[in-house]
């Protein structure tokens, strides 16, 4: 989603608590074979850099998983949600169990006290087909991210009702990239992933609410994400009365919507202020961020 503001540099920590400055990450493969070649420690290092890359799991073939979470004042906010998500993505997907649960424990250790703290499990399994391996580290980016009203572009062909591995937090994000890339390519800020058969999905990033009259709805779980923002809107507004409903959105609803709202972790509830090219209602996601923020 688009977000104002700029970010910070980032930090990367490896699950040994070794933390490095910037995107790249070092390796946890041991260096005992460069150095048995009579490497110096200037090409050990460059090495291990390049083990990482070429033979992480993640890297190659997308094959891990990972959470985001938002920490405000070092408080990690949903934090046994986000475990909960990566505990079942890792049974569904087969990852080692305590690889999985070494990126629970990572995800309360976030580096910063005020920022998104995201933790990458990449499948550890050398049996399985194409080789490569597997770690866990976290990435810090510093600041929270401030949120503007977006414009939105509806983009068919994006959204596969049936894809199960598309329920799942995984790094295979082509799909996520590629719609936001050609919905700013159209002049917005971010997409809405439609079926061929005109059924609604999601934007790149966040779940999407719709509100038709008084009532929000939101398409349920088939090919898309489980946000967790979107799991505490529906629980939490279950609770006070104010129900938000989970039913199949459609293009002609979509057509009718009267505002929209993208909820996501990384900045709780968002406002579109168009769709393609339609103004929105803006102003109509108080009552949402009440719901959020437990009140």
Known sequence: MALAGRWSPTQTRLANGRRLAGKRVLSSVPWASASSKGFDEKTR????????????????????????????????????????????????????EAHIEQGCAMLGEPDGQDG??????????????????GRVCGRWRPGLPLAEPLALVTMPGFYLPGDSLAEHKTTSWMRSVELRRRARILGADDGVSVSEDGRVGECSAANLLVLLEERWITPPVKGILPGITREVLLERGSQKGRLIE??????????????????????????????????????????????????
């Not at 293009?251 to 393609?276: F, I, N, Y």
């Open 246 to 295: 989970e039913v199949e959105v459609t293009q002609e609803v979509l057509a009718r919507a009267r505002a929209l709202a993208l909820v996501s972790t990384g900045v709780g509830v968002q406002e579109a202020r168009s769709l393609d090219g339609r103004a929105l209602e803006l102003g109509r996601t108080s009552g949402l961020k009440v719901i959020l923020e437990g009140l």
């Open 116 to 133: 998104l703290w995201r933790v990458t499990v990449s499948r550890r399994d050398r049996e399985i087909a194409f080789g490569g391996s």
């Open 45 to 96: 290092h460059h090495v291990a850099r390049r083990l990482t890359m070429e033979d992480d799991r993640s890297f190659l073939y997308g094959d891990g998983l990972f959470e985001t979470v938002r920490v405000e004042g070092g408080r990690v906010r949903f934090l046994e949600r986000h475990r909960s998500r990566l505990r079942r993505s890792g049974v569904a997907l087969g990852f080692d």
